[in-house]
């Protein structure tokens, strides 16, 4: 058995979940370790509880230095170029956009904070990329695809790899509830680069998905800078808005905030009838 039918066979006789069950904790290590010993007994446990709607929360995923060095590169990034947009395609070069209120009417969902794309065919600005890239592999491995799974491709291929790097900043930063498409990954894949109530980030917000009986289950609070997490990409998730009493101007290039790492396989533009997120 394949660690691919064991998600099929599961996802079979359960269905993709709707809600959050919990969580469950592990280190990334570890999760490495069951993945590349081919461990199939404790795989499929795992496969199980995340098909019930359990989000399996990876500890120490990555180290201080590498988030720090995600962080400043970024704004390093944010202060050589403007605010833009570009499709993807194979010309589109790694972009940062602003996202207010106003802006995000553009997208299929409400999100306001200071996101930025960065593209495996373009060069390497945010510097650690080879370390995201081999998180990123034992994490499509568990997920039932190849290691390398559309890691080269380009966005004429239809599927391309996108890292996404996201300033929510206190006041307004928010993602409303969704879920995501799950033809190309099964599971959102999800990066922490600060702490809730650490000095210099945020104190209110955060992530969420939503229990059985529609309350939102704060996650944040399980969760420290360098941490991962993984859940089925159609149980409702999102961010709960970020500091709502500030009273300081928003700072959409500064440090404070939550800041966010998403690696996702998406659909480019130039797939007919491309599949975004959707509201919940
Ligand atoms: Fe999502």
């Given at each position: 058995m394949t660690i691919?039918?064991?998600?099929?066979?599961?996802?079979?006789?359960?269905?993709?979940?709707?809600?959050?069950?919990?969580?469950?904790t592990m280190t990334y290590e570890n999760l490495r370790e069951i993945v590349q010993s081919k461990d199939l007994k404790l795989i499929s446990e795992l496969i199980e509880s995340m098909v019930s709607g359990k989000i399996l929360i990876l500890k120490d995923t990555f180290s201080k230095e590498i988030t720090r060095a995600i962080k400043s590169n970024t704004q390093a990034f944010w202060n050589r170029n403007h605010s833009t947009f570009h499709k993807m395609n194979d010309e589109c070069p790694n972009f940062h956009r602003?996202?207010?209120?106003?802006?995000?009417?553009?997208?299929?969902?409400r999100k306001v904070g200071h996101t930025t794309f960065f593209f495996p065919w373009n060069?390497?600005?945010?510097?650690?990329?080879?370390?995201?890239?081999?998180?990123?592999?034992?994490?499509?491995?568990?997920?039932?695809?190849?290691?390398?799974?559309?890691?080269?491709n380009i966005p004429s291929e239809g599927t391309c790899d996108r890292i996404q790097v996201v300033l929510y900043p206190?006041?307004?930063?928010?993602?409303?509830?969704?879920?995501?498409?799950?033809?190309?990954?099964?599971?959102?894949?999800?990066?922490?680069?600060?702490t809730r109530g650490a000095k210099g980030a945020y104190k209110k917000g955060g992530f969420y998905a939503i229990g059985?009986?529609?309350?939102?289950?704060?996650?944040?609070?399980?969760?420290?800078?360098?941490?991962?997490?993984?859940?089925?990409?159609?149980?409702?998730?999102?961010?709960?808005?970020?500091?709502?009493?500030?009273?300081?101007?928003?700072?959409?290039?500064?440090?404070?905030?939550?800041?966010?790492?998403?690696?996702?396989?998406?659909?480019?533009?130039?797939?007919?009838?491309?599949?975004?997120?959707?509201?919940?």
């Open positions: 691919k039918k064991l998600w099929t066979k599961n996802i079979k006789s359960s269905g993709m979940p709707e809600f959050c069950s919990g969580h469950h602003v996202i207010d209120e106003e802006t995000s009417k553009k997208y299929s969902i060069i390497d600005e945010l510097g650690v990329r080879e370390t995201i890239m081999d998180r990123w592999r034992v994490i499509k491995e568990f997920t039932g695809l190849h290691p390398y799974e559309y890691e080269t206190p006041k307004c930063g928010i993602l409303e509830t969704h879920s995501d498409p799950f033809h190309n990954q099964l599971t959102f894949a999800s990066g922490y680069l600060s059985k009986n529609g309350n939102k289950i704060d996650l944040e609070h399980n969760i420290v800078e360098g941490d991962f997490a993984i859940g089925l990409a159609t149980i409702k998730h999102g961010v709960e808005v970020i500091d709502p009493d500030s009273t300081k101007p928003v700072d959409w290039y500064g440090d404070e905030g939550r800041w966010f790492l998403g690696l996702y396989s998406n659909d480019s533009d130039n797939v007919k009838n491309r599949k975004t997120a959707k509201p919940a």
